[in-house]
């Protein structure tokens, strides 16, 4: 082996022969992390810039959405590092109340328990027990993905920090008198036995009834027929309301009907909640289970007997109904009432039926005395500087729904009937009077005073809403009081699913101005929900759920990452598909052994990053330098707008089609001592492996230590290295217009020779007949890269005065045709037959086309995208057949 072939394969060795994500992906994030690259102090230079991590569960594993939520955040993360920002990640996990305590208590279950047969402490301490048991496996899941978080910073919302500040905040809300407790309807979860807010109920359409049941008159008469989808609560009934202006029941307002089954008077009264377009415009009145029916109670001063209790059969004051199940209570309601000839009609009617979000029981909406935010004021407030700008979101028209929300938001149910959880500080003492108290009480106080303390814990929701502050160290204080709040609060992005503008933003929002008097962060950036390959929601009884960590095994962290990202346009929904995480793992060994190439075109020169004096490019030099620079300007005004799916693609794009299929191969064609193709080619890899880091960090390291092994780069790590500045001066249009046209005759050439059977090494002789003198003078000043790419050994323009080429082929170009003498080239008899067969086939498939899209039944009857694409068919072997002929004529 000579001494320079030798140099090269050294050179090439610092890279495996083969791109194997798993041999480099852990070893290099233990290594980020063991050199503190993830970490960031207050002090530290640069503009802050801040993320919050939205906690995840405690004990829950990565899934597709948590994937992308990473994904897009480690990308804003590492973007903001490169530029020289004071960046930090702060990750966490979330104790989830209700979800946390379902998956323990189904255990206890298991064993024949139950938690109160535990007992509270006892209860809690095997929560504990679990949750230090499975509680990690996300976080060390989101690390396999690249998350390149401050894990020093690592919080959690039920810790001794966190509980401090919820504690503050709750007695700052109820001093304030925002906070407070009272009876209202809620929504009421049989199967977790516990209240639950707006947020965490889903509505689906359900498949339900609308029954019709008369209430006759105390007075003998016919009374009055009302509508109900929910039979059952008539034996709660207090009243029939109907609207003050329907004239229908005029005569009835002021009068009372009997409550059929439980033969109890009561009154009709005019409301004006009333819709007199639902059913028949009169409607029963249960003040303790719906609640519009609670308001129209307190409005006329009615009773309201609770009839469904909270393990959702009928009380006591459902008479002979009590102990039955609400459904069965159903069906036996309307028997009896069909019986007594009183049920007039039950009609099939689907309608929203709320669900608990957690284990989809049929939520029960009824009265209970709760703990309340009173959010007016501060949806109010939030409101305000929504619409002055802060946050901004991203795409902007969410903040339109955002505000609609915080318009119209009730005031929130906190108090959850769990054991896990922020346990609420109020206590009662024995004379009736309630304390909220930011220590607890001694033995001796609780003795004395017989205090005992309120048994609900929080809404998890609420310890969450801090996030934005405590994860910097709040507990109390002001923005100051932590250098952490000093410097990132407010964050610089909040990263989320739309769907949790609701649930989770609007709680940040609203507490960070009640609390520290600022927006929580600057932007809301709203991705959207992870589809798969076909726009459909992955769900378990679809089938179609990924598993990333799956993903992640068989094609590596930066695979995945990257497929996410080319399809995550802000706002919209990201459809994914296993081909194209595979597609992106191609594109990542298509880096690799680009960059092996490199390496071994380099040799043993050192890499200083420095350029050519421009007098001395090629063409090809200069056209990649300025298309490099047209690119990184595309990436930097799609990063501007939190853009990162067309970031991504324009990174893409550069790498593969430009770099890759072009540069290289010119390059390959100058010799291993060209200097200047050196250079060139050194300073575009660092500014592409730059460009790309944020989207695919393990491949792009691992290339640039490599490239950088023995020289002297401006940082020790590509993930703390400078972000590519603007180089106007590379931009040259003369430069591109001229390798365009030279892509554009390679192309068409080599076309010509794959059509007419042509070895690559058979020299092509051209006559150029020029229809835009512009554009032959572009291609003769591309010449040099026609003879080496395309293998055009002689060149000559067409004169006025030359006789006939003979049988010739057309290569047709922009402005320029250039024609191919065929004489000596190919055998012409044996090119006319071949063409011949070929013009058959391609007029045989046109015409099949055709037939097919003359048929209505199909055209009116396939997919749209069949059609299309049949239609594709059409056009492709028209413009196939008009090729052929001309290759035909040419021949005679």
Same mark, same amino acid.
């Given at each position: 082996?000579?001494?320079?072939?030798?140099?090269?394969?050294?050179a090439r060795e610092r890279l495996a022969a083969s791109y194997e994500p798993s041999a480099i992906e852990p070893a290099r994030y233990d290594w980020w992390e063991s050199q503190g690259f993830f970490a960031a102090e207050p002090d530290d230079p640069g503009e802050p810039f801040a993320i919050s991590m939205p906690p995840p569960n405690v004990t829950g594993s990565l899934h597709m959405g948590h994937a992308l939520t990473s994904t897009l955040e480690d990308a804003f993360i590492r973007h903001a590092r490169m530029q020289g920002k004071n960046a930090v990640w702060l990750?966490?996990?979330?104790?989830?109340?209700?979800?946390?305590?379902?998956?323990?208590?189904?255990?206890?279950?298991?064993?024949?328990?139950?938690?109160?047969?535990?007992?509270?402490?006892?209860?809690?301490?095997?929560?504990?027990?679990?949750?230090?048991?499975?509680?990690?496996?996300?976080?060390? #899941?989101?690390?396999?993905?690249?998350?390149?978080?401050?894990?020093?910073?690592?919080?959690?919302?039920?810790?001794?920090?966190?509980?401090?500040?919820?504690?503050?905040?709750?007695?700052?809300?109820?001093?304030?008198?925002?906070?407070?407790?009272?009876?209202?309807?809620?929504?009421?979860?049989?199967?977790?036995?516990?209240?639950?807010?707006?947020?965490?109920?889903?509505?689906?359409?359900?498949?339900?009834?609308?029954?019709?049941?008369? @209430?006759?008159?105390?007075?003998?008469?016919?009374?009055?027929?009302?509508?109900?989808?929910?039979?059952?609560?008539?034996?709660?009934?207090?009243?029939?309301?109907?609207? /003050?202006?329907?004239?229908?029941?005029?005569?009835?307002?002021?009068?009372?009907?009997?409550? /059929?089954?439980?033969?109890?008077?009561?009154?009709?009264?005019?409301?004006?909640?009333?819709?007199?377009?639902?059913?028949?415009?009169?409607?029963?009145?249960?003040?303790?289970?719906?609640?519009?029916?609670?308001?129209?109670?307190?409005?006329?001063?009615?009773?309201?007997?609770?009839?469904?209790?909270?393990?959702?059969?009928?009380?006591?004051?459902?008479?002979?109904?009590?102990?039955?199940?609400?459904?069965?209570?159903?069906?036996?309601?309307?028997?009896?009432?069909?019986?007594?000839?009183?049920?007039? $009609?039950?009609?099939?009617?689907?309608?929203?039926?709320?669900?608990?979000?957690?284990?989809?029981?049929?939520?029960?909406?009824?009265?209970?005395?709760?703990?309340?935010?009173?959010?007016?004021?501060?949806?109010?407030?939030?409101?305000?500087?929504?619409?002055?700008?802060?946050?901004?979101?991203?795409?902007?028209?969410?903040?339109?729904?955002?505000?609609?929300?915080?318009?119209?938001?009730?005031?929130?149910?906190?108090?959850?009937?769990?054991?896990?959880?922020?346990?609420?500080?109020?206590?009662?003492? $024995?004379?009736?009077?309630?304390?909220?108290?930011?220590?607890?009480?001694?033995?001796?106080?609780?003795?004395?005073?017989?205090?005992?303390?309120?048994?609900?814990?929080?809404?998890?929701?609420?310890?969450?809403?801090?996030?934005?502050?405590?994860?910097?160290?709040?507990?109390?204080?002001?923005?100051?009081?932590?250098?952490?709040?000093?410097?990132? @609060?407010?964050?610089?992005?909040?990263?989320?699913?739309?769907?949790?503008?609701?649930?989770?933003?609007?709680?940040?929002?609203?507490?960070?101005?009640?609390?520290?008097?600022?927006?929580?962060?600057?932007?809301?950036?709203?991705?959207?929900?992870?589809?798969?390959?076909?726009?459909?929601?992955?769900?378990?009884?679809?089938?179609?759920?990924?598993?990333?960590?799956?993903?992640?095994?068989?094609?590596?962290?930066?695979?995945?990452?990257?497929?996410?990202?080319?399809?995550?346009?802000?706002?919209?929904?990201?459809?994914?598909?296993?081909?194209?995480?595979?597609?992106?793992?191609?594109?990542?060994?298509?880096?690799?052994?680009?960059?092996?190439?490199?390496?071994?075109?380099?040799?043993?020169?050192?890499?200083?990053?420095?350029?050519?004096?421009?007098?001395?490019?090629?063409?090809?030099?200069?056209?990649?330098?300025?298309?490099?620079?047209?690119?990184?300007?595309?990436?930097?005004?799609?990063?501007?707008?939190?853009?990162?799916?067309?970031?991504?693609?324009?990174?893409?794009?550069?790498?593969?089609?430009?770099?890759?299929?072009?540069?290289?191969?010119?390059?390959?064609?100058?010799?291993?001592?060209?200097?200047?193709?050196?250079?060139?080619?050194?300073?575009?890899?660092?500014?592409?492996?730059?460009? *790309?880091?944020?989207?695919?960090?393990?491949?792009?390291?691992?290339?640039?230590?490599? *490239?950088?092994?023995?020289?002297?780069?401006?940082?020790?790590?590509?993930?703390?290295?400078?972000?590519? #500045?603007?180089?106007?001066?590379?931009?040259?249009?003369?430069?591109?217009?001229?390798?365009?046209?030279?892509?554009?005759?390679?192309?068409?050439?080599?076309?010509?020779?794959?059509?007419?059977? *042509?070895?690559?090494?058979?020299?092509?002789?051209?006559?150029?007949?020029?229809?835009?003198?512009?554009?032959?003078?572009?291609?003769?000043?591309?010449?040099?890269?026609?003879?080496?790419?395309?293998?055009?050994?002689?060149?000559?323009?067409?004169?006025?005065?030359?006789?006939? *080429?003979?049988?010739?082929?057309?290569? $047709?170009?922009?402005?320029?045709?250039?024609?191919?003498?065929?004489?000596?080239?190919?055998?012409?008899?044996?090119?006319?037959?071949?063409?011949?067969?070929?013009?058959?086939?391609?007029?045989?498939?046109?015409?099949?086309?055709?037939?097919?899209?003359?048929?209505?039944?199909?055209?009116?009857?396939? /997919?749209?995208?069949?059609?299309?694409?049949?239609?594709?068919?059409?056009?492709?072997?028209?413009?196939?057949?008009?090729?052929? #002929?001309?290759?035909?004529?040419?021949?005679?």
């Open positions: 082996m000579s001494e320079t072939h030798a140099k090269d394969a050294d990750p966490g996990s979330d104790h989830a109340g209700i979800a946390t305590q379902n998956v323990v208590e189904r255990e206890l279950a298991r064993e024949g328990l139950t938690r109160h047969d535990l007992g509270r402490e006892a209860f809690l301490e095997r929560m504990w027990a679990f949750v230090e048991q499975t509680g990690g496996t996300i976080l060390n #899941q989101q690390r396999r993905l690249g998350a390149s978080c401050d894990w020093r910073r690592e919080a959690f919302t039920l810790d001794e920090q966190r509980s401090a500040a919820v504690r503050e905040t709750f007695c700052r809300l109820y001093e304030d008198g925002l906070i407070y407790k009272g009876e209202r309807i809620i929504n009421w979860c049989p199967r977790c036995r516990t209240a639950l807010s707006d947020i965490e109920v889903e509505h689906p359409d359900t498949e339900g009834e609308l029954a019709h049941l008369r @209430y006759p008159g105390s007075d003998g008469g016919d009374g009055v027929v009302v509508a109900t989808t929910r039979v059952e609560t008539m034996l709660g009934d207090t009243a029939v309301a109907v609207h /003050p202006d329907d004239a229908r029941y005029a005569s009835l307002v002021g009068a009372t009907v009997t409550l /059929p089954l439980l033969e109890r008077e009561i009154p009709v009264v005019a409301d004006a909640g009333v819709d007199p377009e639902f059913g028949t415009g009169a409607v029963k009145v249960t003040p303790a289970h719906d609640p519009l029916d609670h308001e129209i109670g307190q409005r006329h001063g009615l009773a309201a007997p609770e009839v469904i209790g909270d393990d959702a059969a009928i009380t006591a004051a459902g008479g002979p109904y009590e102990g039955l199940d609400r459904f069965e209570a159903r069906e036996r309601v309307k028997a009896d009432l069909a019986d007594l000839g009183l049920l007039l $009609s039950v009609e099939d009617r689907p309608h929203p039926v709320g669900h608990c979000s957690r284990c989809d029981t049929v939520v029960e909406p009824k009265l209970s005395e709760q703990w309340f935010v009173a959010t007016r004021p501060l949806a109010d407030r939030a409101a305000e500087t929504v619409r002055a700008g802060r946050p901004r979101f991203v795409p902007a028209h969410n903040a339109k729904g955002y505000l609609e929300w915080l318009e119209h938001l009730h005031d929130w149910c906190i108090s959850r009937q769990l054991w896990w959880g922020h346990r609420i500080p109020a206590w009662y003492a $024995s004379d009736g009077t309630v304390e909220v108290r930011r220590t607890d009480p001694s033995e001796e106080e609780i003795a004395e005073r017989g205090l005992t303390q309120d048994p609900d814990v929080l809404d998890t929701w609420f310890s969450s809403q801090l996030w934005p502050l405590t994860t910097l160290g709040w507990t109390g204080g002001g923005r100051d009081e932590t250098p952490e709040l000093a410097t990132w @609060y407010p964050n610089a992005v909040m990263e989320t699913g739309y769907d949790i503008n609701t649930f989770w933003v609007s709680r940040m929002h609203m507490i960070g101005l009640y609390l520290v008097d600022e927006v929580p962060f600057d932007v809301v950036f709203n991705h959207g929900m992870v589809r798969d390959g076909e726009g459909k929601k992955m769900s378990k009884s679809f089938g179609n759920v990924i598993d990333p960590m799956e993903f992640i095994e068989r094609h590596g962290a930066d695979a995945l990452r990257f497929a996410l990202l080319r399809s995550a346009n802000p706002g919209q929904d990201a459809p994914l598909a296993e081909e194209w995480v595979d597609g992106a793992r191609r594109f990542a060994r298509k880096l690799w052994n680009a960059a092996r190439f490199t390496l071994s075109f380099l040799g043993d020169a050192p890499v200083d990053g420095s350029l050519p004096d421009r007098a001395d490019l090629a063409l090809e030099d200069r056209w990649l330098l300025s298309r490099l620079e047209r690119t990184r300007a595309e990436i930097d005004a799609a990063w501007e707008r939190y853009d990162l799916a067309r970031a991504s693609r324009a990174a893409y794009h550069f790498t593969w089609d430009e770099l890759c299929d072009w540069y290289l191969e010119v390059v390959k064609l100058r010799g291993d001592d060209d200097v200047v193709a050196r250079q060139v080619l050194a300073h575009a890899l660092d500014r592409v492996l730059r460009l *790309l880091h944020p989207f695919t960090p393990y491949v792009t390291e691992e290339i640039w230590q490599a *490239l950088w092994e023995g020289s002297e780069p401006d940082s020790p790590a590509l993930i703390v290295a400078g972000w590519p #500045q603007p180089r106007p001066g590379d931009v040259d249009d003369e430069a591109e217009a001229a390798f365009a046209a030279l892509q554009e005759a390679v192309t068409a050439l080599r076309r010509f020779r794959s059509d007419h059977g *042509l070895a690559a090494g058979v020299d092509l002789k051209v006559v150029a007949v020029p229809r835009d003198q512009r554009q032959l003078a572009v291609l003769e000043g591309a010449r040099e890269g026609l003879r080496r790419l395309a293998g055009v050994t002689g060149w000559r323009v067409q004169r006025d005065d030359d006789g006939e *080429l003979g049988p010739t082929g057309r290569v $047709s170009l922009s402005g320029v045709d250039l024609l191919v003498p065929l004489e000596g080239l190919v055998d012409l008899e044996e090119e006319r037959a071949r063409l011949d067969r070929e013009l058959a086939n391609a007029r045989a498939e046109h015409e099949r086309a055709e037939r097919k899209l003359a048929n209505e039944g199909f055209v009116n009857g396939a /997919p749209a995208e069949v059609v299309q694409a049949e239609r594709d068919k059409l056009a492709h072997w028209a413009e196939r057949v008009r090729a052929l #002929q001309d290759q035909r004529a040419a021949l005679g």
